[in-house]
């Protein structure tokens, strides 16, 4: 009996030793090193965010000082950063020009995506092949080109389109990426599906309306929500085809406001917030959506 005991006794005692061991696994180690670089990293990114919101609420000796934290919220470093700012007639500037990029962008996206992935037609594929290869061109390298041509557009046609909506919104519309994106969505819908609605009397428009578009929410939201950002904090371009406020986006003003402030800190991180406030406000609503349509779209690799 006694030497069952002892038997069962070290039994125990290796099992609680194997355990043991299996809980010091090196996985978990290599697991606790990703979570601390993944930490790292968030305090990396949120570290200056949230320097720039504890300054806005500062006065000007403490965002010159050494302080982190406001003794005091005031609110009025926003009002004074608005009307300084004149942010009201750049916010709806932005507004409007991201409304009509966005608007044109998805509507040129959309058909030209169908018809590389649903319609066939000589030269199909080498189009599509020459229209990816442009992704490899540096932005910046086509900024010359497009601004001669929107400059020769505008003596040619009706309308004028330096300092005027069609040169910071029409450049845009037709996104590489985009087409991309959805061309490759629209290319995994099932043919039988196409099939039905040809026996129902639907032609490609109707099929693309009814069937296509319903089902490619994933692809759709991701791009509205990257084309709102990338429209929303344009700088570069709209300075180069702007020559005065009556068009000029937030960006732009964000940073006549900084010239103008000067050495006063806390209005120019005011203003900042104020600039990031619909960015934050549009991610907040679709953080969800926008998470989903990632991982079903695609781009998560």
């Known amino acids: 009996m006694a030497e069952n005991v002892q038997q069962a006794s070290l ?4 099992a609680d030793t194997t355990r043991r061991r299996q809980q010091f696994n090196p996985v978990n180690f290599r697991n606790l090193l990703s979570y601390l670089i993944l930490i790292l990293g968030s305090l990396v990114s949120l570290v200056p965010f ?9 006065s000007l000796g403490e965002a010159t000082g050494v302080a982190l934290i406001p003794s005091e919220l005031h ?3 926003f009002t ?3 009307e300084r700012g004149n942010f009201s007639e750049y916010f709806i500037n932005s507004i409007l020009i991201t409304v009509i990029t966005l608007g044109g962008e998805l509507t040129f996206s959309i058909l030209a995506a169908y018809a590389f992935a649903r319609i066939k037609f000589p030269g199909r594929d080498l189009i599509f092949g020459l229209m990816l290869s442009t992704l490899m061109i540096p932005a910046m390298v086509l900024t010359i080109p497009n601004f001669l041509l929107v400059t020769w557009l505008g003596r040619i046609g009706p309308l004028e389109w330096i300092n005027n909506w069609p040169a910071l919104t029409i450049p845009f519309m037709g996104s590489v990426f985009s ?6 969505f629209f290319a995994q819908i099932p043919d039988e599906l196409y099939d039905a609605a040809r026996i129902d009397g639907a032609g490609h428009l109707r099929f693309l309306w009814r069937i296509v578009l319903p089902l490619s929410r994933a692809p759709i939201m991701v791009i509205i929500v990257l084309s709102f950002i990338g429209s929303w904090n344009s700088l ?4 180069l085809v ?3 406020p009556d068009w000029r986006p937030i960006s732009v003003g964000m940073l006549d406001f900084i010239s103008d402030a000067g050495q006063e800190l806390n209005l120019i991180m005011a203003g900042a917030v104020i600039t990031i406030i619909p960015i934050l406000v549009m991610y907040f609503f679709t953080q969800k959506q ?12």
Not at 11 to 14: E, G, H, Q
Not at 290 to 301: D, W
Request: charged letters at 15%; hydrophobic letters at 50%.
């Open 11 to 14: 039994a125990t005692i290796k």
């Open 50 to 58: 949230l320097w720039m919101i504890s300054t806005s609420f500062m």
């Open 75 to 77: 609110f009025e470093n």
């Open 80 to 82: 004074t950063a608005w």
């Open 179 to 184: 087409i991309f994106l959805l061309r490759q």
């Open 236 to 239: 570069a371009w709209p300075l």
């Open 242 to 244: 702007t020559n005065s």
């Open 290 to 301: 926008f998470t989903e349509s990632i991982a079903r779209s695609g781009l998560k690799g």
